[in-house]
Every structure is written in structure tokens, then in C-alpha cells.
T-cell receptor, first 115, second 112 residues
Framework: EPEVTQTPSHQVTQMGQEVILRCVPI?????FYWYRQILGQKVEFLVS????????KSEIFDDQFSVERPDGSNFTLKIRSTKLEDSAMYFC?????????????FGPGTRLTVL | AQSVTQLGSHVSVSEGALVLLRCNYS??????LFWYVQYPNQGLQLLLK??????LVKGINGFEAEFKKSETSFHLTKPSAHMSDAAEYFC??????????FGAGTRLTVKP
């Protein structure tokens, strides 16, 4: 069964460093998303991406964040200068269409720890 | 703006007992609602989704949810809890921008 994969599963970094979180969406999917979950809190939407550009982004997704689809398979989230409050679980998701009932498939997440 | 609220951050039931996890929604348009489950150290797995075809929705692992417009609710139930049901459960609503807005989650504990 196709699934969304994410690497690494756990990333530890120093405050101020750049990190890149990687995702491989399901191969025939066209819509991609990033969410984050701070420990003990709800899952929050960050950004959606379609046709090589951002479709929507939340207020959390500031200039420190960027997304890219560098090739035909990977979808990345970059945080330019990490802050302590960026420590969270980051989930990638993908869907085949943007249809309202269409399911988003989630990856297992990357746990980012900023020291 | 669409949103969901989950009542109860932690629910504990005995094995074999009824599971009831509560979710209320707020939406100015017909909502598109989902329940996800998150097992420890894993991602989010879809349990079921409301597509307006039927108010009672059946999902995986014996779970079901009933959409009640009059109560703006979409509670998740399972007649008989199993130890393997212990997990975090999230209610979510799809927004008009097609992103998902999640509730705070309910941690289900199943006692033997």
C-alpha cells in the first residue's frame, strides 16, 4: 500500500541552525501539505503546495519557513534559523486532488528538537 | 472559519466498555469532518470521514461516528473497547482552503 514517508524521524539541532525536513509523498498525488504538532498540543496547518507553488499558508508559516519540491518525488520544509519554539513534530501529507472529501494521507512525522 | 472542539483531553475506559469521544464543530457552511487516530510514535491514520451521504459513518477498527447537525456534533463511538484502541484521537474539519483544522486531541486509555 502506498504511503507517505518522512526523513529523518528525529532531528536535533542548535538554535539558529538551518534544518531541512524531507517528505516523499504518494507518487500520483499532486497536493502536498505540512503540519506541525508541538508536544501536547493540537496538530496545526502550516502550508499547502500545488503545481510548484504555495496554495495556502497559515500565520505560523513566516519568512523563516520555505517549501520546495526539488525533484519529482521529494517535498521539503526548510527552517532557515531555528528557534526553541520550533521544536515539534512535523507531519507531511499528500492528496490526489483538492476535492473536499478527498483524504489527506499523513507521513509518520519528523520530531524536531531545537536546543 | 471552520473549527472543531474536542471535549475531554483524556478518556479512560475498561476493555469491553463503550468508547465515546466527543467532537463539536463550528462552520458557516456544511462541514467536512474527519476522525484520525495516532498511535504512539506514528503518524495520523484516517478512521472515518463524513461525506454528507449518510449521517452515520462507519470506519475502520469498529469505530463509527454520527453527524448531528442540530447538536453540531460528530462524536466517535465504538461499542466495545479493545486494548489496541489505546491511542490519541483527533477530530478535524476540512476548511474552504482545503487544509485541515484539528481538535486538541483525546487520549484514550483502555484498562484491562
Amino acid at each position: 500500500e502506498p504511503e507517505v514517508t518522512q526523513t529523518p524521524s528525529h532531528q536535533v539541532t542548535q538554535m539558529g541552525q538551518e534544518v531541512i525536513l524531507r517528505c516523499v509523498p504518494i507518487s500520483n498525488h499532486l497536493y502536498f501539505y505540512w503540519y506541525r504538532q508541538i508536544l501536547g498540543q493540537k496538530v496545526e496547518f502550516l502550508v499547502s503546495f500545488y503545481n510548484n507553488e504555495i496554495s495556502e499558508k497559515s500565520e505560523i508559516f513566516d519568512d523563516q519557513f520555505s517549501v520546495e519540491r526539488p525533484d519529482g518525488s521529494n517535498f521539503t520544509l526548510k527552517i532557515r534559523s531555528t528557534k526553541l519554539e520550533d521544536s515539534a513534530m512535523y507531519f507531511c501529507a499528500s492528496s490526489s486532488t483538492s476535492g473536499t472529501y478527498n483524504e489527506q494521507f499523513f507521513g509518520p512525522g519528523t520530531r524536531l528538537t531545537v536546543l | 472559519a471552520q473549527s472543531v472542539t474536542q471535549l475531554g483531553s483524556h478518556v479512560s475506559v475498561s476493555e469491553g466498555a463503550l468508547v465515546l469521544l466527543r467532537c463539536n464543530y463550528s462552520s458557516s457552511v456544511p462541514p467536512y469532518l474527519f476522525w484520525y487516530v495516532q498511535y504512539p510514535n506514528q503518524g495520523l491514520q484516517l478512521l472515518l470521514k463524513y461525506t454528507s451521504a449518510a449521517t452515520l459513518v462507519k470506519g475502520i477498527n469498529g469505530f463509527e461516528a454520527e453527524f448531528k447537525k442540530s447538536e453540531t456534533s460528530f462524536h466517535l463511538t465504538k461499542p466495545s473497547a479493545h486494548m489496541s484502541d489505546a491511542a490519541e484521537y483527533f477530530c478535524a474539519v476540512r476548511t474552504l482552503n482545503n487544509d485541515m483544522r484539528f481538535g486538541a486531541g483525546t487520549r484514550l486509555t483502555v484498562k484491562p
